[in-house]
């Protein structure tokens, strides 16, 4: 049968078209999407041909965060029942559109590896979007934390606010490191202790500020940019009690630009993370269980799936202040 979809038709161009998906094959689930959730820097990499693990397969269908119910399930799938409300990340299905992971769309198959089922409390719009909320707490995670030490996140985007609330969640106080007034309002009232103002300079004066005579355990950073670095030497030179630790989350494009004598230095350790898996991706929806963890806060966008277009385009462009944005299929399905 036909589905409709959110197509990459080429570099920089986003449509709404129409795909084929089968039947779903063995091992395979197949979900009708209520909400899909927009990872806005991945994807924009993507658009533009840019996320270079790998070439854009235009014309592709992009996104890794959906939910919506189980419709039907194929040979030897025993664990998930139609009717069943699940989050899926990537899709699969043979053809002339291929899946850039493949979520932005009204019925896919996903292997049921990628499938997760849904506790009846998590709202559709936080579970939607868990891929990007698991590299938040996957960052955090990486920390050797003590209990009311500090923790610096560098970037107010998604991942950021993600990272600190998970920093939070695990008993320490997070600072965010941001430029945008909107975002990091959002930071205050929703994922920070405190907020840095990163245009008004002097940002790791302005740390050691507002940590005061506390203790720093270690720096996230969502930014990856040099700048950043030497802002961390300043504070782990200054905070001598540091273990030294930074966990780069996120993907960067192209080579290495960090120097690695001052790594070496100051003996800082070092974590990179991306992507996702099984047993993170769990964890991550027990913590929006228990509520530690929610999305809803820094969503700004909540359109219909026709607009996806003038989301990207907008992604693009930067023509309007935006974090996170969904997608609602459900109106093809009433």
Known sequence: MNTLAVVFTEMGKAEIAEIEMPAPQAGEVQIQTDVSFISVGTERWVLKNEFDWQPTPYPCVPGYQRIGKVVQVGPGVNDFRIGDRVAATTGIWPGDVAPAWGSHLRLANSRMEEVFRLPSNIADENASGAVVAQVGWNAASRLRLSEGEWVVVFGDGLVGQCASQSVRARGSKAILVG??????????????????????????????????????????????????????IALFGHFRSSPGQIVYAGFTPGKVWADMSVLQRYEVTCHFVSGWNRR???????????????????????????????????????????????????????
């Open 280 to 334: 993170r991706m769990e964890e991550t929806l027990r913590q929006m269980e228990n509520g530690n963890l929610s999305l809803s806060p820094f969503i700004t966008h909540r359109v219909n799936y026709r607009q996806a277009p003038d989301m990207y385009d907008m992604i693009l462009q930067k023509h309007s202040p935006f974090l996170g944005i969904t997608l609602d299929w459900k109106e093809e399905q009433r």
């Open 179 to 232: 430029r945008n007034e909107a975002r990091l309002a959002i930071a205050s009232a929703h994922s920070a202790d405190k907020v840095v103002d990163s245009r008004e300079g002097r940002v790791s004066e302005q740390i050691r500020e507002a940590i005061g005579d506390g203790d720093l355990s270690g720096v996230i950073d969502t930014l990856q940019a040099e700048e950043v670095l030497h802002d961390c």
